[in-house]
């Protein structure tokens, strides 16, 4: 049997962020109509996943916790999973509920990941989001109370008004609240984004934000969550396993709309056009955008962007081993020249980005390219 992550979009907020440009609506009214049409894509991926196990689930989106919590019972019921299965759901403060927590352990989910972003009210403010800090420390004591001892708080610097301080606080309040997990990361401002009319003087600068992402690693370093990848710390042994196989580049199936899957070396996305998906569903149709099997030059390119992302980085073995291709080879002229400048190390295994490395990981990740 083939272990197998599966992503679900659901692509529904309560209100749309400022900052957000993913598939996502607030403001539609075809929920029933959208979740008839992914069940059917659940029902029309049968035969993908019948020699599959599915050992990690993320329901993402959007707002999942939006959204009437048997609608998520009926997804879970319909995936052949593990035994041991991981499997997430992102909420957001304000829209968790005890019953709808009831639910969610009934059906299987055993890890929350909460949308914080910051615990400063001014600045949940300034980014749109619709609830208080005051509803996490709520949201938190209702998950713990219903038996979730697994859950994320992703946190989010580079925000406009955002200190040192600031910054600093909303750490030191996270790591009070005791997650297993701690993603934080630094806001990416897309075009065509409320936040995107924002003057420029109203972000941190670029030195500011290396500053916030140094003092991140810090205050969770001290705190007893380790850093596995760029953005992500977790508590000994508690890495979440749905996003690794992203940066390992194993198997999963996005299933809804806009959802992408990495599938025996092919990658392949749902088309994005909510009236697009539903009618393809209902004419028993896969409401497929795009489907390409990628080369092992393409997939050797892939490893170095997504595993040096890993504090641990690329195993070449593991390369050799799937694709038949010396790492060290084929980028030699890249790995030699960053390792002279001491942002990529040698390892027991491979190679890893340095400290300073992933400071300017970006930078580094476009030359492998």
């Known amino acids: 049997m083939k272990k197998t992550g599966i992503y679900i979009h659901i692509p529904f907020c309560v209100k ?54 048997e609608y998520i ?24 509920t005890e019953k709808k927590l009831e639910i969610y352990k009934k059906s299987g989910v055993n890890r929350i990941s909460l949308g914080v972003q ?33 859950f994320n708080l992703d946190l989010m610097f580079g925000l406009p008004g955002q200190t040192l301080k600031s910054f600093e606080n909303t750490l030191k309040s996270a790591v009070f609240l005791n997650p297993l997990h701690i993603s934080a990361y630094s806001l990416i401002v ?34 007893g969550y380790r850093q596995y990848e760029i953005s992500n710390y977790a508590k000994e042994g508690m890495e979440c396993r ?42 028993n149709e896969l409401p497929l955008e795009s489907y390409q099997a990628e080369t092992p030059e393409e997939l050797i390119k892939d490893y ?29 002229p890249v790995l030699d020249k960053y390792i002279s400048l001491h942002l990529i190390e040698k390892t027991d295994k491979g190679f890893r980005l340095s400290e300073k490395g992933i400071e300017v990981s970006n930078y580094i990740l476009s030359d492998f390219v």
């Open 118 to 150: 910051s615990l400063n009210d001014a600045e949940l403010e300034k980014i749109g989001r619709i609830h208080s800090s005051d509803e996490v420390f709520k949201s938190v004591e209702m998950i713990k109370k219903l038996g979730f001892l697994n």
């Open 190 to 223: 897309e075009e065509n984004t409320p936040i995107a009319k924002l003057s420029e003087s109203e972000f941190p600068d670029e030195e500011t934000e290396r500053e916030m992402y140094n003092l991140a690693k810090k205050v969770l370093s001290e705190n």
């Open 242 to 283: 749905h996003n690794i196989k992203y940066w390992k580049l194993e198997n999963y199936i996005g299933l809804g709309l806009n959802s992408h899957s990495f599938f025996e070396n092919s990658r392949f996305f749902n088309t994005s056009d909510m009236k697009k998906y539903i009618s393809m569903l209902e004419n």
């Open 16 to 69: 749309k962020c400022a900052y957000c440009d993913f598939v996502s609506f607030d403001s539609v009214n075809c929920k029933r109509e959208y979740f008839d049409a992914l069940y059917k894509e659940i029902s029309l991926r049968k035969m993908m996943l019948k020699n599959c196990e599915c050992d990690t689930v993320f329901i993402g989106g959007g707002t999942p916790s939006s959204v009437d919590a």
């Open 304 to 332: 170095a962007i997504t595993g040096f992302r890993l504090t641990e980085g690329i195993d070449i073995n593991n390369v050799k081993k799937r694709l038949g291709i010396d790492f060290y080879n084929y980028f030699k």
């Open 73 to 96: 019972s009926e997804i879970l019921k319909m995936l052949p999973l593990s035994s041991f299965a991981e499997i997430t759901l992102e909420a957001n403060p304000g829209t968790l």
